[in-house]
């Protein structure tokens, strides 16, 4: 049945019309719509998962029936926005096949075997999501629990194979294989498997796998804000306190090694074609990357503002604020050299004013040593944010705690200093060294992370308590902070989906398939903006609706009669 | 919770419509669509011959080296007395438009004495439709133009002509930079150890002028910035080497320049 619909999906793509239209936002625009909230929902349901897993399993190893928990609330939402990724999935398939059919016709012609397992793969991953679920409160002790746990685990697999198979067709349209063509296909000797596993297929991969962590977290972190603003009782505040902390730092942490993974792709879409990456990081997109440093330094910022606010429940963090101004001030200086452009098009008067390409004074802060250093700079001290964070109310009690602590701040100093040496050296040396250097910067700081943390954990054993972490005591104001990261996330998401996909400007598929129609002009900025912001209020508040089903759920559950001898439920989760 | 819910509604909004002004208020840039050639059965020779013209004129570089009178035949205006290219080509033996189309693809084939062997072949940078316009623009400068779509159709089906769609062009694989500027033509225009014009600014002794990042930027966008002194060569270098090299044969010629004190 499943080669029958392909067929006649095939055969409307073979109908003869190149291009249909759309009322309203036009072919393209309905196109970009439904495949950027499809996107987003299948970021949800694969970044979901990821740590749902990740949780489940430390509550079964630290025997925390907390994370349990809040490992099912996290899989409930799930279930819900399997379906919303589905009928998402089939609006862009018809979208698709109906707006665009001779690339769609193109497109089926080399995948369509990988077609077939990807939609086969779909109803392996739902049906694995449903047995995970439901299956949660039967499966709930001893081996049973750890097969209740492979399941999730499978759940990820399914899902991560079923990433990697679009993430396929979509890097094939930014970087085919040499010497295809629309007429003939991939030339002699080129399989379907080296269409799939392009230049810039396994960049794609990984950059999508990390990003859906930090997205997933960052939806959970706020559906835990809203309820924690709706909470009723301490115990409900307490509990969604504590779920907004723990999404907030998953969705945090991965954050931070996102741009490596970014770099990389980069790279190799350069290797690929220069011009495609000219025209990415110089040519008309080159204030994309201004816009997305703002929407960078606004997640740092409301990240530490999260994490200071949060000082104000730990007995004994107060004693770190005092810093916290300092640290904001290290931010937005950062934030304003990461935002200063480098050479940007502009008229010939504008560059006769400025005397060149670039501003004489601020144009230093926008080479990439000012704009790595900053980077490094903002990702170190959200880092000592977490540390004060976390040893707000402890005292270590080994005997080595002072030297730990003074070696602690020692690796901080050090690296910094690395950085900033670097950073100004950087404006001495050609520019092929000058990028090297970024990759020395990044190790100084991953080394720092690295080496404090281990130390932080040895050192932070057996220490005594200033007293316990009073959750659910936040000001409604860090919620609002959370609210902030998921939207921004959710922008940012946007913004690099226009990126990614308008670096192939007039083509559906670079230097291969060309897009003949009248919308084949790769829009400015602020169309791009008009139709992410769209498609991210379709996103959220669909969300928003998925939570609220979620709720009623909930709701319905709690009010059953509890049995006989045992204590009615007051609030679910 | 109504005012709860409001004020989470209006926090996500501010949020959204904070990036969205951002982006109306940079420069709005859109990336145009290069015109299309439609050369299909019915093209009348005048389309061919205007974006014949556009090409030889623009995108293609041909001017950067025909017109000067030093590194190639003039085209457009008389060489050794015997006219334009479209007056003189008449009388070869293999008919004008195979020999130009011929000279294009294989450009060793038919070497005029008295000019170096520096241009490359015109494959690497046009599809085979251009190869054709620009064929009907050189025999339209002072002969008939008798390319057809005809011509088009049959040299896409050979088995050395490069795919109609448009594919990128085929790379040289060598990490040579003395052989990678002379494959690429730079040598037309840029002098290397005295040898070459100087129509571009001198290779020799570049790396003492310039900064290796601004070299890069002036082979993939030539327009970025004109050397001193050479604004009335300005356009004339194509803008297409970026595609051409790859990042590591890129990164030779800018280190080799770099390093020409």
């Known amino acids: 049945m499943m080669i029958d619909f392909l067929t006649l999906l095939q055969a409307a793509a073979e109908a003869g019309r190149s291009y249909g239209d759309f009322p309203a936002v036009g072919g393209r625009g309905a196109v970009w719509i439904a495949a950027e909230v499809h996107l987003m929902f299948a970021a949800f349901v694969l970044g979901v998962p990821m740590f749902a897993v990740i949780t489940e399993l430390i509550g079964i190893v630290g025997k925390d029936e907390r994370y349990d928990k809040l490992s099912k609330e996290f899989t409930r939402l799930l279930v819900f926005a399997y379906s919303a990724t589905a009928l998402w999935g089939g609006m862009l398939l018809f979208l698709l096949t109906t707006l665009y059919p001779a690339f769609w016709g193109h497109m089926a012609d080399i995948f369509s075997m990988s077609m077939w397992i990807y939609a086969g793969l779909f109803f392996v991953e739902s049906f694995t999501l449903y047995l995970y679920y439901y299956g949660w409160d039967r499966w709930k002790s001893g081996r049973a629990k750890w097969g209740h746990w492979g399941l999730g685990l499978l759940l990820n697999v399914w899902g991560t194979i079923v990433m990697f198979i679009a993430n396929g067709w979509l890097t094939y349209m930014m970087s085919p294989p040499e010497g295809t063509t629309v007429a003939e296909g991939l030339p002699d000797g080129v399989t379907m498997w080296n269409a799939i596993a392009n230049a810039t297929w396994m960049p794609i991969n990984i950059h999508r796998l990390i990003a859906n962590a930090v997205f997933g977290g960052s939806i959970v972190a706020a559906y835990a804000a809203y309820r924690f603003l709706a909470a009723k009782t301490p115990e409900e505040k307490a509990h969604y306190d504590w779920m907004g902390y723990v999404g907030t730092f998953i969705a945090i942490a991965t954050f931070v090694v996102l741009p490596f993974a970014g770099y990389w792709l980069g790279r190799e879409m350069y290797e690929y074609s220069q011009q495609m990456g000219v025209t990415m990081m110089g040519g008309f997109m080159s204030w994309l990357w201004i816009v997305q440093a703002i929407l960078i330094g606004v997640l740092f910022l409301a990240a530490n503002y999260y994490l200071w606010t949060g000082m104000g429940r730990i007995p004994g963090a107060e004693r770190f604020l005092p810093y916290t101004k300092w640290m904001l001030l290290v931010l937005i200086v950062c934030w304003i050299v990461w935002g200063t452009p480098n050479t940007m098009i502009a008229s010939r008067d504008e560059f006769a004013a400025m005397g060149g390409s670039r501003h004489p004074f601020l144009g230093v802060l926008g080479l990439m040593s000012g704009k790595n250093t900053a980077v490094n700079f903002m990702i170190l001290t959200t880092f000592l944010s977490f540390l004060m964070y976390r040893r707000g109310n402890r005292i270590p009690t080994v005997t080595w705690a002072k030297a730990g602590t003074l070696t602690q701040g020692a690796m901080f100093v050090l690296s910094s200093a690395y950085v900033l040496w670097l950073g100004i050296y950087g404006y001495f040396v050609p520019t092929i060294t000058r990028i090297s250097y970024s990759v020395y910067q990044v190790a100084a700081v991953l080394a720092c992370i690295i080496g404090v943390w281990a130390i932080d954990i040895f050192l932070m054993r057996g220490s005594q308590s200033r007293g316990e972490i009073r959750w659910g005591e936040m000001p409604d104001r860090s919620q609002y902070a959370i609210f902030v990261l998921a939207v921004t996330f959710t922008w940012l998401m946007g913004l690099m989906g226009f990126a990614r996909s308008g670096i192939r400007q007039h083509w559906h598929v670079w230097e291969v398939m060309r897009d003949t129609s009248d919308r084949a002009v790769t829009p400015a900025l602020g169309y791009a903006a008009n139709m992410i912001s769209l498609t991210v209020v379709i996103f959220l508040g669909l969300v928003a609706f998925i939570f609220w089903l979620g709720g009623l759920a909930e709701r319905a559950v709690s009010k059953k009669p509890a049995p006989i001898g045992q204590p009615q439920a007051v609030t679910g989760g | ?261």
């Open chain 2, 1 to 261: 919770m109504f005012l709860t819910n409001i004020k989470v509604l209006a926090v996500g909004l501010a949020v959204i419509a904070f990036y969205t002004i951002i982006a109306q208020v940079i420069p709005q840039l859109e990336s145009e669509v290069p015109e299309a050639l439609d050369l299909s059965a019915g093209v009348t020779p005048e389309v061919l011959v205007t974006a014949g013209e556009d090409l030889f004129m623009g995108g293609a570089g041909c001017t950067s080296c025909h017109g000067l009178g030093t590194r190639a035949p003039n085209l457009r205006t008389d060489h050794a007395g015997e006219g334009t290219i479209g007056e003189r080509c008449g009388s070869r033996e293999q008919g004008c438009k195979e020999y130009l189309y011929e000279s294009m693809i294989d450009p060793g084939a038919y070497l005029i004495e008295g000019f170096p062997p520096i241009m490359p072949d015109a494959r690497r940078q046009l599809s085979n439709e251009q190869i054709w316009a620009v064929v009907a623009y050189l025999e339209s400068l002072g002969g008939e133009v008798t390319v057809t779509a005809d011509d088009i159709g049959a040299s896409a089906s050979a088995p050395s002509a490069p795919a109609s769609s448009g594919a990128a062009p085929a790379r040289t694989a060598t990490t040579d930079p003395v052989q990678l500027l002379t494959e690429n033509a730079c040598i037309g225009c840029h002098q290397l150890e005295g040898a070459g014009a100087p129509v571009g600014p001198a290779f020799d002794g570049m790396g003492s002028r310039i900064s290796a990042d601004r070299i890069r930027t002036g082979i993939i966008d030539p327009e970025a910035e004109i050397a001193e002194g050479y604004e009335a060569f300005a356009g004339m270098m194509p803008a297409t080497f970026g595609d051409q090299l790859s990042a590591a044969q890129l990164e030779i010629i800018v280190q080799f320049l770099a390093a020409r004190q």
